[in-house]
């Protein structure tokens, strides 16, 4: 054990057991007005978390937002009332510098009620101090380790000597089922690995679920775990116990050489006379009687309901609010100073803060000649991304093992590899830990970097979790999957995605983007660098695909619509064929042929159906002309969802089971990607809607 056990030690002060105890009764007071939520883990650590925040967060809560606080992160989102609990007593404010309570007493009181600023668990952006959604288990305590990797890329990109800009540290508190989860034990693995300093995890050792006690499905030492992992782990005996908590917070302040695991042992439910200590604690409002028994043991009046006694905000006020205010003022005296200094370096700061692209960030996007063997959208991707990387000092990511095949590395002078001993690198190998990957990525955006990820497109089901969350927290990331189609070949249907690309698309926010050549992938990068409250998903070839001559067919800067007409004729056409990706290409190909006939055609690509739906009802019936019934849509996945563009009565050609393994052509041939399966069903659809 890296960490000797904590013994309980003097009692509490009184202002300390009152301001705990109204962390305690606030949250048992909203669960039971809701009738619904967790009350039991607030209960349990009310004391952990007002140690925590009144004694150590670096917190100003009138400059919420301040780029150096420290980040807490609630990963046991269940238990949210302890954090708006937290929020309300001590007193952060909405926006900086304003006057309005980012949690009020009557939010406290609209608990899980419709559009109230206190959901069931925790939403980033829609409340102010929450760091993260968290909710999904393990989630929350990835995402810290990415924050904890974006202060320590920030402080050594950034920071200037006896100037310290960015270095805060990151605390989460996790639960039994946080640590269950695989998303967790993949981020504690590579926080082990970086010696993440700057991390701190406080888990909730309470033994209970939902089910029952953990010992029905977790049997584990915790701590042997992650002394494995490469952690220092301490252990708090008794989760009342304040002075133990801050002599382990101490401690982990001190170490600079990893990531440090604090096991507290909690009641959950403390207090509850019939309750605490059981399932009924965790998920269920207490009910009246259990209530009462509660704030009696507390010594509480019985019958108060949200009180707030005299002397706890203001106990909050001398505590957090005043230390906050002390640090923050520190702060803005650095920033000053190092911005009279370095005129370049408070540009790239505040082009960090507000999200901004630096001037000339496109300048080098290449422009690719027309070539009939052209390359793999993965290369012209890899090309694209170090074009801009090298302008974007605040963009890093990398792949799950595979950059070599992903071609994501970035390969400019001093880009580097982040590392334990190099922080400030912009290559990330996450190794084979696509999950943890998705929910790093999350957390590096949350600190304002703009972060990737890569991976196959077969993998991204391993990243649906932190996917989702990107776009429900609105975050501007974005991940970069290759081997996009059946063209994968030879490794068979295990690695050949086919319903992927039509669950990426079922998530609402996202942005997805199946390029159809090298230009179009530029263009799909100039969209997703300009997204400031959407994520993004490439999803690209392995094999090469023809770069189009744009002196004959359309410019690709119609990319940024989602589709645009590629290929025209003269007039109303006979048919459309529409495609994305390395389809597009089959019907060019049935195109020509259909021109050479003397019959009029038209090649929509379709890139994105995410920005074809925001465009103008007019300029989507200029692309799908309404009147044009003969259509076929063409993709190397689901057909689900194509009958939208396709209409009712056309054809589509795509995958309605898993592909095989065999070569490329072979593949193609089977499945009817060619360009005369897809020349056939234009003029099948022609002569199906002949007038």
Partial sequence: MSGADTKPSESLSAIDKLSIDTLRTLAIDAVQKANSGHAGAPMALAPVAYTLWNRYLRYDPAHPHWPNRDR??????????????LLHLAGVAQTDGGNEPAVSL?????????????????????????????????????????????SRFLGETLNRPDLPLFDFNVYAICSDGDLMEGVAAEAASIAGHLRLSNLCWIYDNNTITIEGHTELAFSEEVATRFLGYGWQVLRVADANDVHAISGALETFLQSSDRPTLIIVNSIIGFGAPKKQNTPKAHSDALGEEEVKGAKRAYGWPEDAQFLVPDGVRENFQAGIGARGAALFADWERFMGEAKAADPALAEE?????????????????PVFPADAKGMATRESSGKVLNAIAKHVPHLLGGSADLAPSNKTKLEFEGAGTLSPFEPGGRNIHFGVREHAMGSIV??????????????FLVFADYMRPPIRLAALMELPVFHVFTHDSIGVGEDGPTHQPVEQLLTLRAIPGLVTLRPADANEVAEAYRVIMGLKDQPAVLALSRQPLPTFDRAVYASAAGVAKGAYVLADCDGTPDVILIGTGSEVQLCVGAYEALKAEGVKARVVSMPSWELFERQEEAYRNSVLIPDVLARVAVEQGSVIGWDRYAGSAGTIVGMSTFGSSAPIKDLQAKFGFTPEKVLQAARDQIARHKK
Avoid: C
């Fill in 72 to 85: 807490f992160v609630l990963s046991a989102g269940h238990a949210s009332m302890l954090l708006y609990g």
């Fill in 106 to 150: 009557d939010d406290i009181k609209k608990f899980r009620q419709l559009d109230s600023k206190t959901p069931g668990h925790p939403e980033y952006h829609f409340t102010t101090g929450v760091e993260t959604t968290t909710g999904p288990l393990g989630q929350g305590v990835a995402n810290s380790v990415g924050m904890a990797m974006g």
């Fill in 349 to 365: 700061i505040d082009a960090l803060h507000a999200g901004r692209l630096p001037e000339g960030w496109d300048r080098d996007i």
């Fill in 442 to 455: 999350n957390g590096l955006g949350l600190v304002g970097l703009r972060a990737y990820g890569a991976t």
